[in-house]
């Protein structure tokens, strides 16, 4: 399948789940973590100011001291740009595109732009590590293996019950910004969008399910033949598509050769041909391809309320896409998406 069935691919294994569930013991990891707090602190001295901070997270350096109070309480969502790496300097991760660049990981269809990082969502030592940060300000902070975890604890001793397979890093952080909400901020961008290039079509209820709430969804249909109708539930179809953010405007996947061409995304190693689309008579069951790939919910309440013959746009917020986690490089954290759609074939 193309890159879409590997974006969901990721974003299962992101899931809570994943760590391997046996008795915590940090002492082996917790002596490495702090051995090179002390080397970086007195022997190098690249952090001679490295101070210790709620259950064990260090703050290292502030490069940048920023402009602008803010406080996680009265504006929880941050928007940051980030670099994530191992003690021993190698880049995890990152959303800056010359640091992607620089160490060859760049890719034209990820995303290099601000991050939504909640409060509620943030790992523990994010939120210990950016306390007291200003707007516009960039802080190295060196987090624990046992604070690498959303999960909210009374004490340090409580964290260290749970083990995890993720080990300590260190993040430099830029506080770009915050806002209130992150789900009304998404909102925004779709309001936005909807009136730049959706003829301004309103929220909907998607795939026809009222009790599933009407907001954050976009329905609008491009082409619609005269007397359309709608496929049969119990059949399959086939679709060319173009998956986009709408943040950035940045294509992520497409199974359009012209398209990905266009845009310079082309792969020759890419099957560029339509995909096929297994319908149900609930919405919430449709597959893609042979092997009957799950979808994420948007993508599947837009296809069921399309008819033979028509194209389509829709979009929606990341309660219905890949909600607080993305598909890293490709899809952020609290990301909405827009789907363009043509069933081309029954």
Not at 66 to 75: A, I, P, S
Not at 92 to 110: P, Q
Request: aromatic share 12%; glycine share 8%; proline share 4%.
């Amino acid at each position: 399948m193309k890159k879409l069935a590997y974006i969901i691919a990721a974003a299962l294994m992101l899931l809570p789940g994943c760590k391997k569930e046996s008795i915590a013991d940090y002492s082996s990891r917790e002596q490495d973590f702090e051995a090179w707090i002390a080397a970086q602190k007195n022997v190098y001295k690249v952090y001679p100011d490295a101070r210790r901070v709620g259950f064990g997270t260090y703050i290292l350096k502030d490069e940048v001291i920023g402009t602008e109070d803010w406080d996680f309480n009265d504006k929880p969502c941050a928007l940051v740009h980030y670099i994530r790496e191992e003690l021993d300097g190698d880049v995890l991760s990152t959303n800056i595109e010359d640091v992607a660049k620089r160490i060859g990981s760049y890719e034209k269809t990820a995303f290099y732009g601000v991050f939504a990082w909640p409060r509620l969502t943030s790992m523990e030592g994010i939120r210990e590590g950016m306390e007291g940060m200003k707007i516009g300000g960039t802080r190295i902070i060196a987090v624990p293996a046992w604070l690498m975890t959303s999960e909210q604890k009374d004490s340090e001793k409580e964290y260290k019950k749970k083990e995890t397979d993720t080990d300590a890093c260190v993040y430099r952080i830029t506080l770009v910004g915050a806002v209130n909400d992150v789900i009304q901020r998404q909102i925004d961008m779709l309001e936005d969008y909807s009136q730049k290039y959706m003829a301004g079509v309103d929220s909907t209820y998607y795939a026809g399910d009222e009790e599933l709430g009407k907001r954050g969804f976009y329905f609008y249909s491009k082409l619609l033949p005269p007397d359309a109708e709608k496929p049969e539930t119990s059949s399959s179809i086939k679709i060319n598509y173009t998956a986009r953010r709408i943040e950035d405007g940045g294509i992520f996947d497409t199974n359009v050769a012209d398209t990905a061409i266009k845009y310079k995304i082309f792969d020759p190693d890419e099957d560029y041909s339509p995909v096929k689309v297994n319908l149900d008579e609930d919405w919430s069951k449709i597959t893609m391809g042979d092997y009957e790939s799950d979808l994420i919910s948007g993508f599947k309440a837009g296809v069921f309320m399309m008819h033979k013959g028509e194209s389509a746009r829709f979009t929606f917020f990341s309660p219905l896409g890949y909600g607080n986690s993305g598909s890293y490089p490709y899809i952020p954290p609290y990301s909405p998406l827009c789907f363009d759609i043509d069933i081309v074939e029954e």
